[in-house]
Every structure is written in C-alpha cells, then in structure tokens.
C-alpha cells in the first residue's frame, strides 16, 4: 500500500496506485484503460466491504470501497484516514441502448 502520509487509495486488482483521473473518479491507470476501452455498463452499486483487509502500522484498519456494473468492478483499498470515498457522488449509470441488449 502506498505511504499512509500521501492517504492516497490503492487498487486492489492491479496493486496500483489510484491517482488516473477518470469518469468516475481517480482509479488506477490499468482500470482508467479498461474503462476507455470497455465503458460499464448498468446501474452502478457503491458499497464500503464490512471486513477490513489489512490493517496499518498503528493497527488502524484500512477498508475496501467497491463500485460494480454489470461488466466491470472497481475495488480500492482506503487508508484508515479516509473516511469517505468521493467517487460515490460521481458514479453515473451507464446504460447499453442497443435495441437487442439484455436487460
């Protein structure tokens, strides 16, 4: 995990840093090209995961936040000093408009 001073969020796919500006908010560079390439589809779901993964140093506990479509999931590892991920006030659904699209 990066440097607990930069409270910075870290992808949990890619073990990356999230520091890529992108529609929904900052994500890794491999989720941002993925993101380009392949747009969710469906209404998002934004939720905080109830067990922490890891704790810090100072035994704080460090939470994933996760965004879901239908074809796509964003998982982010928060430093403790995070109290709140950002990204849920940006998320948009995103909705396949193909007449032969499931529904």
Request: glycine residues 4%; charged residues 20%; negative net charge.
């Amino acid at each position: 995990m990066p440097d607990s001073k930069d409270a910075s969020t870290f992808c949990l796919a890619h073990q990356l840093p999230e520091d890529d500006s992108s529609p929904v908010g900052l994500v890794c560079a491999r989720c941002r090209h993925q993101l380009r390439a392949d747009p969710p589809r469906g209404n998002p779901l934004c939720c905080w995961e109830s067990q922490p993964p890891v704790f810090g140093l100072d035994g704080s506990p460090c939470f994933v936040y996760t965004l879901i479509w239908e074809n796509f999931r964003i998982r982010s590892l928060h430093p403790a000093e995070l109290q709140t991920d950002f990204r849920s006030h940006d998320v948009q659904s995103h909705v396949d408009t193909e007449p032969d699209a499931p529904i």
